[in-house]
């Protein structure tokens, strides 16, 4: 016990690493034992740093709205800073790191938002395209790949989307891959990983830099995040430098990659396991695509059955499940003090199945009215530090489906429990492979 929070069981000693091994094997589903055995608040031990857990949604808005120099999450992420670059977000100080943030938001203006869905439709439909009448698919492998095509062309335009090889979603691919538990453990541990992910973040950078380069010196402009990047000045008039771009880029795909790659999956995944609830969507996606109007936000905003399936899938199967925060001054919860120098740490996918929040949450349910409480549901975190890629992660399944489902219908290859929630990373996806039938749907 330490000041009244219970401490989770079954630990080895500190020098053994405590906890640390249980938690890597799949953070979700340990942190889903300690809050069933401890409740709102639960120690444990990250091989030598304590960490509590915390939930619910008072909880969650103490720490989303604490002020982030006494509960950090700069300090707590550390090992993302070799992946950013330094001076990008938690490599910059908090002040660069929130004029970065406007940047962020000026890229996901309605006006660049409505430039994206089209472009992303013409990803989906160049995707399909090559299908045929029927057939099955690893389908997380697919929207993974589709995701980085979107993401490319979106970013950095149609020229570098166009030119793009698999050397790209490779090097993003070690990047993601080093973002592992280890990281919150010892962000300067050595190893292979990190090797790895050092030298392919030089040469994204290396990559980035010759598009940067390219447009500057054709003196062309492009409606796209790039060009958002390479105007933007900080307060002091200073542009962003080559390295910073690129760290900007990055920082935005890990935002919003992972969330849509793995969100597509899922969504087809409970789209296969429920039919009724799929012909609902169908039906709004056919009624959707069948106008005239352009897909843009005005149209995409009338899709609500779709937009409650995506919801629903976020509560159910969040991709990311650990918000942790490092405890720079002690911080005192509900009489509770947890001292300077140990971590706090959120967990959505133990917060979207409190059944106070969320009604039979067990089950899945569109149409389930939003929670009283704005910070039960937690899929993008919340506060200042809510995930930058939101908006765009949901624009781009949101698109993705409405071309899909207007063309073919989706069945599972397997039983439905077949279809597991693994963590090979930080990230909560399906097992590997992820493998659903399509087949063209009858004019």
């Known amino acids: 016990?330490?000041?009244?929070?219970?401490?989770?069981?079954?630990?080895?000693?500190?020098?053994?690493?405590?906890?640390?091994?249980?938690?890597?094997?799949?953070?979700?589903?340990?942190?889903?034992?300690?809050?069933?055995?401890?409740?709102?608040?639960?120690?444990?031990?990250?091989?030598?740093?304590?960490?509590?857990?915390?939930?619910?949604?008072?909880?969650?808005?103490?720490?989303?709205?604490?002020?982030?120099?006494?509960?950090?999450a700069r300090e707590a992420y550390q090992f993302m800073v070799p992946?950013?670059?330094?001076?990008?977000?938690?490599?910059?100080?908090?002040?660069?790191?929130?004029?970065?943030?406007?940047?962020?938001?000026r890229g996901l203006a309605s006006e660049k938002m409505n430039h994206y869905a089209p472009v992303i439709a013409q990803e989906a439909e160049q995707w399909i395209a090559g299908w045929g009448e029927q057939g099955e698919m690893d389908f997380y492998e697919g929207f993974a790949d589709?995701?980085?095509?979107?993401?490319?062309?979106?970013?950095?335009?149609?020229?570098?989307?166009?030119?793009?090889?698999?050397?790209?979603?490779?090097?993003?691919?070690?990047?993601?891959?080093?973002?592992?538990?280890?990281?919150?453990?010892?962000?300067?541990?050595?190893?292979?990983?990190?090797?790895?992910?050092?030298?392919?973040?030089?040469?994204?950078?290396?990559?980035?830099?010759?598009?940067?380069?390219?447009?500057?010196?054709?003196?062309?402009?492009?409606?796209?995040?790039?060009?958002v990047y390479m105007d933007a000045t900080y307060s002091d008039g200073r542009h962003l430098s080559t390295s910073e771009i690129a760290g900007m880029i990055v920082w935005f795909m890990f935002a919003g990659h992972h969330t849509s790659a793995n969100t597509a999956a899922w969504v087809l995944v409970e789209l296969a396991r429920h039919p009724e609830l799929a012909r609902e969507v169908v039906a709004e996606v056919d009624q959707v695509m069948g106008s005239d109007d352009a897909l843009d936000l005005r149209?995409?905003?009338?899709?609500?059955?779709?937009?409650?399936?995506?919801?629903?899938?976020?509560?159910?199967?969040?991709?990311l499940n650990t918000l942790t925060r490092r405890v720079i001054e002690d911080f005192e919860?509900?009489?509770?003090?947890?001292?300077?120098?140990?971590?706090?740490?959120?967990?959505?996918?133990?917060?979207?199945?409190?059944?106070?929040?969320?009604?039979?949450?067990?089950?899945?349910?569109?149409h389930r009215p939003a929670?009283?409480?704005?910070?039960?549901?937690?899929?993008?975190?919340?506060?200042?530090?809510?995930?930058?890629?939101?908006?765009?992660?949901?624009?781009?399944v949101k698109v993705i489906f409405s071309v899909l489902l207007h063309h073919y219908e989706f069945d599972l290859a397997g039983p439905p429990g077949s279809y597991a929630e693994i963590m090979p990373s930080l990230i909560l996806r399906p097992s590997d492979p992820c493998v659903l039938r399509y087949r063209r749907r009858k004019a």
């Open 1 to 72: 016990m330490s000041n009244g929070i219970p401490f989770v069981s079954g630990g080895k000693s500190p020098q053994e690493g405590g906890h640390f091994e249980e938690f890597s094997q799949h953070p979700a589903f340990f942190l889903m034992r300690a809050w069933r055995e401890c409740g709102e608040l639960a120690e444990f031990d990250m091989g030598g740093r304590n960490t509590v857990l915390m939930v619910g949604p008072e909880a969650h808005e103490a720490v989303f709205r604490v002020d982030d120099e006494k509960v950090s």
């Open 83 to 105: 992946i950013f670059g330094q001076g990008v977000q938690y490599g910059a100080p908090l002040d660069i790191e929130r004029q970065q943030l406007r940047m962020h938001s």
């Open 146 to 227: 589709l995701t980085i095509k979107t993401s490319t062309h979106c970013l950095l335009g149609a020229e570098f989307r166009n030119s793009l090889t698999g050397e790209f979603a490779s090097l993003y691919h070690t990047l993601g891959a080093a973002a592992d538990a280890g990281g919150l453990q010892d962000p300067q541990a050595q190893k292979t990983a990190y090797e790895a992910r050092d030298a392919a973040r030089a040469r994204l950078e290396e990559l980035i830099t010759e598009r940067v380069e390219q447009r500057r010196a054709s003196g062309e402009v492009h409606p796209d995040l790039l060009q």
């Open 299 to 319: 149209v995409l905003r009338r899709m609500s059955v779709l937009e409650g399936f995506i919801r629903e899938t976020l509560r159910v199967h969040p991709p």
């Open 333 to 366: 919860y509900k009489g509770h003090v947890i001292e300077k120098g140990k971590n706090v740490m959120l967990c959505p996918y133990v917060a979207h199945r409190l059944e106070s929040s969320f009604p039979q949450a067990d089950t899945f349910d569109p």
């Open 371 to 396: 929670p009283d409480n704005p910070f039960a549901l937690i899929p993008f975190g919340g506060g200042q530090r809510k995930c930058v890629g939101n908006a765009f992660a949901i624009l781009q």
